[in-house]
T-cell receptor
Framework: NAGVTQTPKFRILKIGQSMTLQCAQDMNHNYMYWYRQDPGMGLKLIYYSVGAGITDKGEVPNGYNVSRSTTEDFPLRLELAAPSQTSVYFC????????????FGPGTRLLVL | GNSVTQMEGPVTLSEEAFLTINCTYTATGYPSLFWYVQYPGEGLQLLLKATKADDKGSNKGFEATYRKETTSFHLEKGSVQVSDSAVYFCALRGLWQGAQKLVFGQGTRLTINP
């Protein structure tokens, strides 16, 4: 049982480049989330999904897009990367909205230069 | 709105010392409260939780009590070990735009020296 997996672990992007951060979970969870963690700050919610085909914006969605074509996968797309998107990105999942425990992936460290 | 404030880090202690990491919150109603831990190179893991006032969450020797009157959820451990070195996040689960969301504090980095 792998839990929540994320790839890549680390990436350097040039300003204006695009990339997709991958996230997958094998727990059959309906809810999935993307957070970013800036140095010295708490996690901020970027986007979340309550099930396949359904996504919604979180607190800081600008510059990002998501899709949820399957229950397992929840990729995060960065278009036109900017230095302000330098951060650590965490994907998480939970069983349903009543579940109080979120399970986190190991994170992707992104550096935009 | 909902928010969580943690004590500033980093915190450095010697092995077997007593640990307190302060956490206070602002929220409407009575949210559930959590402590998550992030070990080096890993994602966040739930350490303990409390769902109503005066509840005490505990796990791995850590404890935290939900204090409604002081809106606090301080994390404590009587005798820390080197293996407790990690970043600790206080969080609350509250309504945001009609759905339940986790709101995190900024995290407190803890280093335990042998």
């Amino acid at each position: 049982n792998a839990g929540v997996t994320q790839t890549p672990k680390f990436r350097i992007l040039k300003i204006g480049q695009s990339m997709t951060l991958q996230c997958a979970q094998d727990m059959n969870h309906n809810y999935m989330y993307w957070y970013r963690q800036d140095p010295g700050m708490g996690l901020k919610l970027i986007y979340y999904s309550v099930g396949a085909g359904i996504t919604d914006k979180g607190e800081v969605p600008n510059g990002y897009n998501v899709s949820r074509s399957t229950t397992e996968d929840f990729p995060l797309r960065l278009e036109l990367a900017a230095p302000s998107q330098t951060s650590v990105y965490f994907c998480a999942s939970s069983r349903d909205k009543g579940s109080e425990t979120q399970y986190f992936g190991p994170g992707t460290r992104l550096l935009v230069l | 709105g909902n928010s969580v404030t943690q004590m500033e880090g980093p915190v450095t202690l010697s092995e077997e010392a007593f640990l307190t990491i302060n956490c206070t919150y602002t929220a409407t109603g009575y949210p559930s409260l959590f402590w998550y831990v992030q070990y080096p190179g890993e994602g966040l893991q739930l350490l303990l939780k409390a769902t109503k006032a005066d509840d005490k969450g505990s796990n791995k020797g850590f404890e935290a009590t939900y204090r409604k009157e002081t809106t606090s959820f301080h994390l404590e451990k009587g005798s820390v070990q080197v293996s407790d070195s990690a970043v600790y996040f206080c969080a609350l689960r509250g309504l945001w735009q009609g759905a339940q969301k986790l709101v995190f504090g900024q995290g407190t980095r803890l280093t335990i020296n042998p």
